[in-house]
């Protein structure tokens, strides 16, 4: 990708210094001001990105600023004219130009901007406006906090000025404001520190969270990740955390991150298990998108979608280490970890797009299907987070493998942090390819031709045994037994969702009969065989079908009583499960020690 910037002359030094005022944050309003000292052109042009990283779809948060207005060092009121959805211009600008705009912030589920009278939270690609001539200048953002609210930021600090190196960095570096609990560590050689906003409010904990468990939990993932590595990016790392119902979800960031959750995270320990899930998955991509960054992606270009074929690798990847990691530190039991894994993968077989679309094609399409998925999504795309990750599982074992245990998906990614340390420079298919080349010991291109370019789904069960597992049903499920109720179970095809109380169609698989029967998605399912539909229950009134029974559903289609007949197809009650060999061979039982051991071998 190459940007092209007009720049303006550069004589007398040019500098940016934004300052954020929230004395409307109850109000959910932030004001800023963006000061552009010695600008030497008669216009100056300042643009909002139209999106933010770590989410890849258009978000265009220049729908939420209000005013925007603009002076001189005089005082004199400049002229400001808006020539695209995202762009400004500001007339006679020559000198010091003082940009001030106020903008709603109301938007916490995607972690971009939120203001209330208990915080206000800034995900900067979505709150400071930029010049692009001065893009990789120094800057500093001064927060006036209100009464006794505190800055949290992983950018380093003189005072209650934050100072960054860019206009990149700055926008890669979320800002917490407000009422939060903290806490720190030092973790080989490296400051963790965590700000958990919200959770005082929202647990039955008059305390909140116990923040001390929470730090012993990240010492642990941040050990295991820092080994496989080798080191860490950085001197000093930041979790922001949201308590809040109905949010959930995480972003990476340069040298933090912002994740979420709910307050039963803190009840209830399998809830905790996909909370610490979250956090292993975004410490992860300190290396995996933000150390090293794929081909597409760097320099970012605020203003459009930025196209790469390889968030297979940087989510898909990590989506696999997120909870390897756990399992690897004893965070979560070998077979919980193993049940999951099975269930990721089994989602992935019967999922109708994967023999449509490539994990290449679902990275790029990110901006367009991915984002904005249909109800027809599982019949055409695949997920390269879901997908990616039995494809990195399956790599995993292929290098094993290949190498006779003497290399693995480790070896991979500490070779892609030695050979592209920072993000000046993008690696490319090619690149991650000779990494796993490299380590393989052999060519594995027949791999990313069947499996990454290609549409064929991993060979789970023909790797499992590098690693001393095997993929398949227990040999004492009844294989012969023709009779329904033991063997089988009846497949409409259909996804549901609950609608007070009611069974609405979200999804229709292509491969069930209900597909071929004409269901379609916001169809309200009533009846089964005359017996009436609660909820999404489908399972408990197909259960008493005998062989060969037709289904009659009734539904409602627009306010319509409708009917359809169908046949359903039979699949085995049996899931296939990953599970540990028997009887392994001594190799096996390395692999597997050395796969998932507690702390693993230095790759």
């Not at 903008?103 to 206000?120: E, I, P």
């Not at 789970?460 to 012969?480: C, P």
């Not at 319509?560 to 039979?570: H, M, N």
Request: aromatic share 10%; with cysteine.
């Amino acid at each position: 990708m190459i940007v092209m910037w007009i720049v303006a002359p550069l004589g007398r030094a040019q500098s940016v210094a934004y300052t954020v005022r929230l004395h409307d944050a109850r109000s959910q309003v932030v004001e800023i001001e963006m000061l552009v000292r010695g600008w030497e052109a008669e216009t100056m042009d300042v643009h909002l990105p139209a999106w933010r990283p770590g989410k890849y779809t258009i978000l265009d948060p220049a729908a939420t600023v209000r005013t925007i207005t603009a002076t001189n060092a005089a005082g004199t009121v400049l002229d400001v004219h808006q020539y695209a959805k995202a762009s400004w211009r500001v007339s006679g600008s020559r000198g010091d130009v003082r940009v001030t705009y106020r903008l709603y912030a109301n938007s916490l589920g995607d972690r971009t901007r939120h203001a209330d009278d208990t915080h206000a939270f800034l995900s900067g690609s979505t709150v400071f406006l930029y010049v692009p001539e001065l893009r990789d200048r120094p800057l500093t953002v001064d927060v006036e906090t209100p009464g006794r609210w505190r800055v949290a930021c992983g950018l380093e600090r003189d005072g209650r000025v934050l100072k960054a190196a860019s206009y990149d960095d700055l926008v890669d570096s979320p800002i917490e404001v407000g009422l939060h609990e903290f806490a720190e560590r030092t973790v080989e050689g490296v400051r963790f520190e965590v700000a958990v906003w919200g959770a005082t409010g929202w647990t039955d904990r008059a305390e909140g969270i116990n923040l001390a468990r929470v730090m012993d939990d990240i010492e642990k993932i941040a050990k295991e990740q820092i080994r496989l590595f080798g080191g860490f990016p950085a001197s000093r790392y930041l979790f922001i955390v949201h308590v809040a119902p109905g949010i959930g979800g995480g972003t990476e960031h340069l040298n933090s991150t912002v994740c979420q959750t709910r307050p039963e995270t803190f009840e209830d320990e399998k809830a905790y298990a996909r909370f610490l899930s979250l956090l292993s998955h975004e410490l992860f991509h300190t290396w995996n998108v933000k150390a090293f960054r794929p081909a597409g992606l760097v320099p970012y270009d605020y203003q459009k979608e930025n196209y790469t074929t390889l968030l297979w690798v940087a989510e898909g990847i990590t989506n696999y280490y997120d909870t390897l990691t756990l399992a690897r530190t004893g965070q979560v039991r070998e077979k919980d970890y193993l049940d999951q894994l099975s269930g990721t993968i089994r989602g992935e077989m019967d999922r109708p797009g994967g023999k449509v679309q490539s994990l290449e094609g679902s990275s790029f399409e990110a901006w367009t299907k991915f984002s904005r998925p249909s109800p027809d999504s599982a019949n055409t795309t695949v997920d390269f987070y879901s997908r990616g990750e039995v494809t990195a599982f399956a790599l995993d074992l292929a290098i094993r493998r290949a190498s006779g245990g003497k290399a693995s998906l480790d070896t991979v990614m500490r070779l892609m942090w030695e050979r592209f340390p920072s993000a000046t420079r993008a690696y490319t298919t090619a690149d991650f390819m000779r990494a796993v080349h490299d380590a393989a010991g052999e060519d594995l291109s027949w791999f990313y031709e069947a499996h990454i370019r290609g549409t064929a789904m991993p060979d789970v069960a023909g790797l499992a045994g590098s690693v001393g597992l095997e993929f398949g049903t227990k040999t004492d499920e009844a294989k012969d037994d023709e009779s329904k109720p033991k063997a089988t179970r009846a497949y409409l095809g259909l996804r549901l969702r609950d609608e007070g109380g009611l069974a609405a169609v979200s999804g229709v698989l292509e491969d069930g009969p209900a597909f071929a029967a004409g269901v379609i998605a916001d169809d309200v399912l009533l009846a089964v065989n005359g017996r009436r539909m609660r909820g999404t229950d489908l399972d408990a009134r197909l259960k008493d079908l005998a062989d060969g029974e037709t289904v009659r559903l009734t539904f409602f289609r627009r306010e319509e009583l409708r009917e359809v007949y169908l046949e359903p197809r039979w699949k085995p009650t049996a899931q296939p499960t990953l599970r540990k060999v028997a009887k392994p061979s001594e190799d096996q039982t390395a692999g597997f020690a050395d796969w998932l051991g507690k702390g693993g071998k230095t790759p």
